[in-house]
């Protein structure tokens, strides 16, 4: 019943930036929270930020660098990302905690497809 679609992923050279955006569809009662995660091959997904009531958390590997900003009321969260590192080269996925009209549950999470971004030394 819902859907996320990430954008604004691509290839990148050190030290540039993109800004990466997210949008929720279905059948959305409210959004407790929407985030975002990456992962690079190999390597478990992590958190890279994340925000609850406008309050927002960051890794520590791109705080400073990347700022997490979101709309509740069109359903869409973005990230900036700044000073971008080789390191930070990996698939990109939105997350959201959401409450449907289903009401079976409080609340799930649910996972866009994922935006590559590839940052070029």
């Known amino acids: 019943q819902v859907r996320l679609v990430e954008s604004g992923g691509g290839l990148v050279q050190a030290g540039g930036s993109l800004r990466l955006s997210c949008t929720a569809s279905g059948s959305i009662f409210s959004i407790n929270t929407m985030g975002w995660y990456r992962q690079a091959p190999g390597k478990q997904r992590e958190l890279v930020a994340i925000?609850?009531?406008?309050?927002?958390t960051y890794a520590d590997s791109v705080r400073g660098r990347f700022t997490i900003s979101g709309d509740n009321a069109k359903n869409t969260v973005s990230l900036q990302m700044n000073s971008l590192k080789p390191e930070d080269t990996a698939v990109y996925y939105c997350n959201a905690n959401i409450r449907t009209y289903d009401f079976t549950t409080y609340s799930d999470d649910y996972w866009g497809q994922g935006t590559q971004v590839t940052v070029s030394s």
């Open positions: 925000t609850r009531r406008g309050f927002a």
